[in-house]
């Protein structure tokens, strides 16, 4: 309880400040007040053009993110098991993770359509997130624990539940965590360099471009908290899945 009323004062502090700081600067066009940006928010959501571009970029970026943690889990599985593999991937993950995404954004759209450009990014980001996540959990396996399965012949199913899982956990609920963050960062940024029509993407590169600065920062707002909200669902959804596994 007191860790959430610290929250809500530090949020409310930064608030306080954005008003301070737009009232002192009076330019709209520069830094538009809170109540401004709220006001654009209601005003959005009224119009119902905005429900459109949510679930537009969301779909992308989520299939992206969701391809992504299938194929990131699965090349970290046979990498546990094959060293030859893992040195194989090692240049690609090591690319993914030190090119600036830009870079890959203005690349794949020689490539791709502006509309599959979300996908292919979010995927792209989030891969070396997930994989060095799983892989390193699966090294971090007790191996004396292993070797005392193999002992005992458990199968496979019961070694999962209760020896890989349970290290594996941590380093899957924080992979998961970071990866969401970066497949929306990821996403939307190709949609702002790619435009495609009906995007999240198109709408803050049209508020940028005819200074609707309020609008802007709606849309970074909106953006944000479908972030967040996406997180915290698949985060209860993945904390549920391991408990339905533990249980059998």
């Given at each position: ?34 109540i ?20 537009y ?12 943690s ?15 593999l ?34 292919f ?12 996540n ?22 496979y ?12 956990k941590?380093?899957l ?21 790619g ?52 249980k059998?």
């Open positions: 309880m007191k860790s959430k009323i610290l929250k809500v004062i530090s949020v409310a502090a930064a608030l306080l400040l954005w008003q301070v700081a737009a009232t002192l600067i009076s330019a709209d066009f520069l830094l538009a007040s809170p401004s940006v709220l006001k654009s928010i209601f005003s959005l959501f009224k119009n119902g053009e905005v429900f459109g571009s949510v679930w970029s969301f779909a992308r970026i989520a299939g992206g993110f969701l391809l992504s299938v194929a990131g889990a699965v090349l970290a599985v046979l990498a546990s098991r094959s060293h030859v893992e040195t194989l991937l090692w240049p690609y993950m090591l690319t993914v993770k030190t090119v600036p995404v830009a870079s890959f954004i203005v690349i794949a759209l020689i490539w791709l359509s502006s509309s599959m450009l979300s996908v990014i979010a995927f792209l980001m989030v891969l070396p997130i997930i994989y060095n799983v892989l390193s959990g699966i090294k971090s396996t007790d191996r004396k624990m292993t070797e005392m399965a193999e002992v005992f012949s458990l199968s199913k019961k070694r999962f539940i209760y020896i890989a899982l349970p290290t594996l941590p380093f609920r924080a992979g998961f965590q970071t990866a969401i963050g970066f497949a929306f960062k990821s996403g939307i940024a190709a949609e702002i360099i435009i495609p029509n009906g995007s999240l993407g198109e709408r803050l590169y049209s508020a940028k471009v005819h200074l609707e600065t309020a609008e802007l920062f709606a849309y970074t707002i909106i953006i944000v908290l479908l972030s967040v909200a996406f997180e915290k669902l698949f985060l209860l959804m993945l904390d549920k899945l391991f408990k339905v596994v533990e059998r």
